[in-house]
């Protein structure tokens, strides 16, 4: 190991004894006290030296034995130690491609959000590994596959059918010069380019000319599905049949999209565990009696008119659904396990509705105490990210205090 500071954690001096790292209250660490001779031994922590180096310089500054290791310790606990010389093959693979310096600032996030040295490079490097399917080729979901390929997932299949038309354009997403073409043979080309280093684009997978809900089975390896229909009632309203496939197959899915001039982000279905779309049309009924006849009014409504469809308000949405998407495939669960954020036009304040499971429903999730919750990693998902702490920075007392005793009488 050649640790390193995280480099991506700013860090200044809070006191002539306080090292703050980071800026932001959700990932920044107080480290403290810090002595003078502690403070020189972490500059030197610059991902340049090894074990050894490192001991001999303890000793130059005349530290006890095992203060050195004992320092290590604390701040690889306090999430604040990389390790740039970490052994991993695919880690050492992805560094090796061509592609490397277009994901360095992705690299340095997941280095911000995961705690463990080396845990950022193995996140990216098992994105490559990853299949995604984005049900949709419109404003919200074009986009949505274009920055999850961007964001380095190594396989996203978007589905949809008919031609690509003029207002389904975005900068995010397709570009103008795809109108009249099939919109899965643009959104390929799409994923294509966006995808680091750009890639040729993947033949089309078994029907992928259908419409959404009627592809095919989710097939082995599949991550997670992204239900991003061109029209928002499929959003606002999830019609469960499509996802009864899904949920044989136990295949997370997140719905996203735009619905008249509201943005609809979650929930994230993860099967038997939180509420999925029949958990919310059954549970919908209940509070509206109405609910199933006007949601089947809407659908046969269904008309060649442009749906209203805001660009940034869309843009927005895929970037968050995207975000919501990339945290789950990276081992976490975002706020969006069993919840949908919405925003409406103009004021677009955000706001969540916890969305509970249906006892009548089949998929079970009303059965499971307490369900899923956000924070905590869904089961089958390796979790690298290690304890939470609670911090914050804007004080010390809402900064994460996870390496006190550092330095000092202590070190
Ligand atoms: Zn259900």
Do not use: N
Not at 119 to 129: D, H, N, P, S
Not at 298 to 326: F, I, K, N, T, Y
Not at 328 to 338: E, I, K, M, V
């Amino acid at each position: 190991m050649h640790p390193r500071l995280k480099p991506a954690l700013r860090s200044a001096w809070r006191s002539l004894q306080q090292v703050q790292f980071g800026i932001t209250p959700a990932h920044s660490v107080l480290l403290g006290p810090v002595d003078t001779t502690t403070g020189s031994l972490l500059s030197l922590l610059d991902g340049t030296r090894g074990p050894e180096l490192l001991r001999e310089a303890a000793r130059k500054l005349r530290l006890p034995d095992g203060r050195l290791e004992l320092l290590l310790d604390r701040l690889a606990a306090a999430g604040l130690l990389d390790d740039p010389a970490d052994g991993d093959p695919a880690v050492i693979a992805l560094r090796e491609r061509p592609e490397a310096d277009r994901l360095r600032s992705d690299l340095a996030s997941l280095s911000v959000v995961h705690r463990e040295p080396g845990a950022a490079g193995r996140r990216l490097a098992a994105r490559r590994e990853l299949r995604v399917q984005v049900r949709g080729a419109g404003r919200v979901g074009a986009a949505v596959a274009a920055l999850l390929s961007a964001a380095g997932v190594g396989r996203v299949d978007v589905l949809d059918g008919g031609r690509v038309r003029p207002w389904e354009v975005s900068p995010g997403g397709l570009p103008g010069d795809a109108v009249g073409e099939r919109r899965d043979t643009a959104a390929r080309r799409l994923v294509g380019r966006s995808a680091p280093g750009g890639r040729l684009p993947r033949a089309a997978p078994e029907g992928a000319g259908r419409g959404a809900g009627s592809g095919p089975l989710a097939e082995p390896g599949l991550a997670l599905v992204v239900v991003a229909p061109r029209d928002g009632i499929g959003v606002y309203a999830p019609d469960s049949r499509p996802a009864e496939d899904w949920m044989a197959t136990g295949t997370p899915q997140l719905y996203a999209g735009v619905a008249e001039a509201t943005a609809v982000v979650g929930p994230l279905v993860l099967p038997g565990g939180t509420a999925c779309a029949r958990c919310l049309e059954l549970e919908r009924a209940d509070r509206d009696p109405s609910w199933p006849r006007l949601v089947a009014q809407w659908r046969s409504g269904l008309r060649e008119l442009p749906p209203p469809c805001d660009v940034a308000l869309a843009s927005a949405v895929a970037g968050l659904a995207a975000a919501h998407a990339l945290a789950f495939l990276d081992g976490d669960l975002p706020a969006s396990t069993g919840a949908r954020w919405e925003a409406s036009l103009p004021l677009l304040e955000w706001r969540s509705e916890r969305l509970a499971p249906h006892p009548e429903c089949r998929c079970g999730a009303a059965g499971r105490a307490g369900g899923e919750e956000p924070g905590a990693a869904p089961e089958g998902q390796d979790t690298m990210g290690g304890t939470a702490v609670t911090g914050g920075a804007g004080g010390p007392g809402r900064t994460r205090q996870g390496s006190q005793g550092l330095g000092g009488a202590y070190v």
